[in-house]
C-alpha cells in the first residue's frame, strides 16, 4: 500500500491533508518538524513526501543533504507561492514535483495518481542505457553520437519531473520525438499526450483551440468547444513553434503556467489545469525576444529545463544508424526489403543534411521508390556537391530593408528592397512570396532559407490566398 509522509509546520493543514489522502486508501503520517520528519523516515520509508520548506527547525532543503533518507522516496515540494526559483530548486534538489498552497483535491489526485517507486524509474533508464551501446536507441530517438549521449542524459534527469521544458533546434532535429520521448519516461506517460503546432493554426483560431469555447462565445460557436488545456488533463501539452503564437495569447498562457488556471473563450469561470508543458522552437530564444516574437517573461517561464538537439551535420555518424532504420520502416510498410551499398552510405554521410533528420528520412524513401533491385547505389541520392534540397546554398543575398533605391542605383541581385514605413505583416508576405519565387516555389528549400517550419509556410500561403488568390500555392 501507497504511504504518504506530510512535512508541514501547520499541524492544521497536515491534519486535513492527512484526512484526504487516507480517503484514498494509502496510509498516512504526519511531522511538524525536521526532527519529526527524519524519525518517521526512520520508522518506515515513505513513497511519496509532501515536503513544505519553511520548518520550525530548518529548511526542508535539509532533508536533502542525506541522499540515503529519501532514496526510496518521491517527494514533491510545497510552496506557498509559484515561482521560477520554485522550479529550478524542485529539480535542483531532486524533486519530482511542486504544488502550490493552498492544495485543492484536484492537484493532491494528479500528485497520487503519479506516484512511483524511484528505484522502478531508475532501472527503466538503465534498460535504456543499455539499448544504445547495442542497438543505437533511446526511447524513440536514435544515435550514439557524444552530443545525442548528452541529450539522453537530460531527458533522465528531467524525465521524471514536472518541469516545464524548452526544446530548441533547426528544423527537423525531432523535437516533437524528443517530447514524446520524455512524456513516455514521464510519470504522465498513462495520460494524454498531445502535440500543438502553433504555426499551424489561424491566429483568429489558436486561443479557441489552446483554451475552448463555450457555445454562443462567438458567431459560429455553436457548442461547447474542449481546448487542448483539458484534452491533455493529466498529460502533456507540446507547445511546438512557440515563437509563431501571437503576443496576446502568450501573456494568457503565462497566466495559465502561473496560476495552473484557464478560461475558455466566453467563460466567467476559470478552471484548474493539471498538464505538463513542453515548448519548442527552430530560432534562438533570445533572438526570438529580441524580434519581439517571444514574451521575455514567456520564454524565461518555460525555459526552466533547456535541450538544445544538435542538427545531423553535426552528428555525421549517426547517418547510417538512421538511414537503416528508415530503411528497414519502409520496407516493412511496403512488403519488400532492400539495403543500401556502402557508396550509397559513404555519400549519405558526406551529406550536410540542411533538412536534418526530416530531409533524410525524405532522400531514404525516395531512394528506396527509385530503386528497382534489392541493393540502393548512389544514383537517387544527394550529392556533396549539389545544392541542398531544403535549404540555401550558396546563401543568397539577405533581405535588404530600406527606402526605395535612388534612380540608377544598382540593386544586389537575390534581395529585397522594402520601402520605409511598411507594416511587419507586409513585409513578412513581401520576403515569403520573394524568397517562394526565388527558390522556383520549392516549398521545402523556400521554408529552410526563412528558418521556419514548412507547415507554418503552407498556412502562411494560404493566409495570402485568402487575401489574394493572386498570392496562393500553387503546384
Avoid at 61 to 66: C, E, K, N, S, Y
Avoid at 348 to 355: D, E, I, V
Avoid at 435 to 455: C, D, F, M, V, W
Amino acid at each position: 500500500m501507497t504511504h504518504v509522509l506530510i512535512v508541514d509546520d501547520d499541524v492544521d493543514a497536515s491534519a486535513m491533508l492527512g484526512e484526504l489522502i487516507a480517503m484514498q486508501g494509502l496510509t498516512v503520517a504526519t511531522a511538524n518538524t525536521l526532527r519529526d520528519a527524519r524519525k518517521q523516515l526512520a520508522l518506515q520509508a515513505p513513497d511519496l513526501v509532501l515536503l513544505d520548506l519553511r520548518l520550525p527547525d530548518g529548511s526542508g532543503m535539509d532533508l536533502f543533504a542525506d541522499p540515503e533518507l529519501l532514496a526510496n522516496s518521491e517527494v514533491v515540494l510545497v510552496t506557498g507561492h509559484a515561482s521560477l526559483e520554485t522550479s529550478i530548486l524542485a529539480l535542483r534538489l531532486g524533486a519530482v514535483d511542486y504544488i502550490v498552497k493552498p492544495i485543492t483535491p484536484k492537484q493532491l489526485q494528479g500528485v497520487l495518481s503519479r506516484v512511483s517507486k524511484p528505484s522502478v524509474f531508475k532501472a527503466e533508464v538503465a534498460g535504456l542505457t543499455a539499448k544504445v551501446a547495442s542497438t543505437g536507441h533511446f526511447g524513440q530517438l536514435w544515435g550514439r553520437s557524444p552530443s545525442m549521449l548528452q541529450v539522453y542524459e537530460q531527458i533522465t534527469r528531467v524525465a521524471g519531473t514536472g518541469v516545464s521544458v524548452f526544446i530548441t533546434g533547426e528544423s527537423g532535429t525531432g523535437k516533437e520525438v524528443v517530447a514524446q520521448t520524455i512524456h513516455e519516461l514521464s510519470r504522465r506517460r498513462k495520460m494524454p499526450f498531445l502535440g500543438v503546432n502553433c504555426g499551424a493554426i489561424s491566429p483568429n483560431l489558436i486561443e479557441s483551440e489552446i483554451f475552448g469555447h463555450e457555445k454562443g462565445s462567438f458567431t459560429g460557436a455553436d457548442r461547447q468547444h474542449q481546448g487542448f488545456f483539458e484534452r491533455a488533463a493529466g498529460g502533456t501539452l507540446f507547445l511546438d513553434e512557440i515563437t509563431e503564437m501571437p503576443l496576446d495569447l502568450q501573456v494568457k498562457l503565462l497566466r495559465v503556467l502561473e496560476t495552473g488556471r484557464f478560461l475558455r473563450v466566453g467563460a466567467t469561470q476559470s478552471q484548474e489545469t493539471d498538464v505538463r508543458i513542453i515548448a519548442a522552437t527552430n530560432r534562438q530564444p533570445m533572438q526570438a525576444v529580441a524580434d519581439g516574437r517571444l514574451r521575455t517573461d514567456l520564454m524565461y517561464r518555460l525555459n526552466v529545463f533547456p535541450i538544445d538537439l544538435p542538427p545531423l551535420r553535426e552528428r555525421l555518424d549517426d547517418v547510417p544508424l538512421l538511414a537503416n532504420r528508415f530503411l528497414r520502416l519502409i520496407g516493412e510498410q511496403e512488403g519488400k526489403e532492400k539495403s543500401f551499398s556502402p557508396e550509397a552510405l559513404d555519400r549519405l554521410t558526406a551529406y550536410a543534411w540542411p533538412g536534418n533528420v526530416r530531409e533524410l528520412r525524405n532522400a531514404v524513401q525516395r531512394a528506396y521508390v527509385m530503386t528497382s533491385g534489392e541493393a540502393i547505389g548512389a544514383q537517387w541520392l544527394p550529392s556533396a556537391s549539389e545544392p541542398p534540397v531544403g535549404a540555401v546554398a550558396p546563401a543568397p543575398a539577405p533581405a535588404v530593408a530600406s527606402a526605395p533605391a535612388p534612380v540608377g542605383a544598382s540593386r544586389p541581385e537575390g534581395s529585397v528592397v522594402l520601402p520605409l514605413g511598411i507594416s511587419l505583416a507586409q513585409a513578412e508576405q513581401t520576403l515569403i512570396l520573394a524568397t517562394l519565387q526565388h527558390y522556383g516555389r520549392q516549398k521545402e528549400r523556400t521554408a529552410a532559407a526563412l528558418g521556419i517550419s514548412l507547415k507554418t509556410l503552407y498556412n502562411r500561403l494560404k493566409q495570402y490566398a485568402a487575401e489574394d488568390p493572386a498570392d496562393g500555392p500553387r503546384p
